[in-house]
């Protein structure tokens, strides 16, 4: 589990060097967008699933 951690603190100080400080905030707020809308949408798809009427195939 530290490797993880390492790995992380790697990626953010190469990230930091290649875009610079003033873009990291945009860059957090696209991801944590992102990451919002993918739990918004995993949310609709379970609640669509309960919602049919008929589960049962016609004949």
Excluded at 13 to 30: C, M, N, Y
Aim: avoid cysteine; charge should be positive.
């Amino acid at each position: 589990m530290p490797d993880i951690v390492i790995v992380l603190v790697i990626v953010l100080i190469v990230v930091l060097v290649v875009r610079g400080p003033k873009t990291l905030p945009k860059l957090g707020e696209a991801l944590g967008k992102a990451v919002s809308g993918a739990r918004k949408a995993a949310k609709e798809g379970s609640d669509d699933e309960g919602a049919r009427p008929d589960d049962q195939p016609r004949a």
